[in-house]
């Protein structure tokens, strides 16, 4: 009997916590300028979840701003430690995207795309094997 993969994760300080049961949807970097900034690096590694796959506990700071498509990009933050943590709102959205970051076990991240290149910063590097966009794929 095969067991679903677990990805356990959280914030800083351990106030917001997640469980997420499954592989991912997608997984991979976002190069895009939200992205970097959010993250305070050069991208941010995400995974996607359909929203029944992931349990998420503790109170979050929400943070709303124009995503590329023209609706809101909601990233999802500890009140106490200032960790990022997740996407989305929780009770609304079918889908969030757990940053990778946050994971407990890095090695549960197998990134295979990378998006918005059209953004990336001349200093970062793209990894070995990882299918480019330079946008979001199917736009």
Same mark, same amino acid.
């Given at each position: 009997?095969? !067991? #679903?993969?677990?990805? $356990? *994760?959280?914030? %800083?300080?351990?106030a917001i916590r997640y469980v997420a049961t499954g592989e991912p949807d997608i997984a991979g970097f976002c190069y895009c300028a939200d992205c970097r900034k959010a993250?305070?690096?050069?991208?941010?590694p995400f995974?996607?979840?359909?929203? !029944? #796959?992931?349990?998420? $506990? *503790?109170?979050? %700071?929400?943070?709303?701003s124009p995503s590329a498509r023209g609706t809101d990009a909601v990233r999802n933050s500890c009140p106490r430690c200032g960790g990022l943590v997740f996407?989305?709102?929780?009770?609304?959205?079918?889908?969030?995207?757990?940053?990778?970051?946050?994971?407990?076990?890095?090695?549960?991240?197998?990134?295979t795309i990378a998006i918005f290149l059209r953004d990336k910063a001349d200093w970062v590097a793209l990894p070995d094997g990882i299918a480019g966009f330079?946008?979001?794929p199917g736009r």
């Open positions: 009997m095969n !067991e #679903a993969k677990v990805h $356990t *994760g959280g914030c %800083l300080c351990g993250s305070g690096s050069g991208f941010m995974m996607g979840f359909k929203a !029944e #796959a992931l349990r998420i $506990t *503790g109170e979050t %700071l929400r943070f709303t996407g989305g709102v929780v009770g609304v959205d079918v889908s969030h995207t757990v940053y990778a970051g946050s994971l407990d076990d890095p090695a549960g991240f197998k990134p330079e946008t979001m």
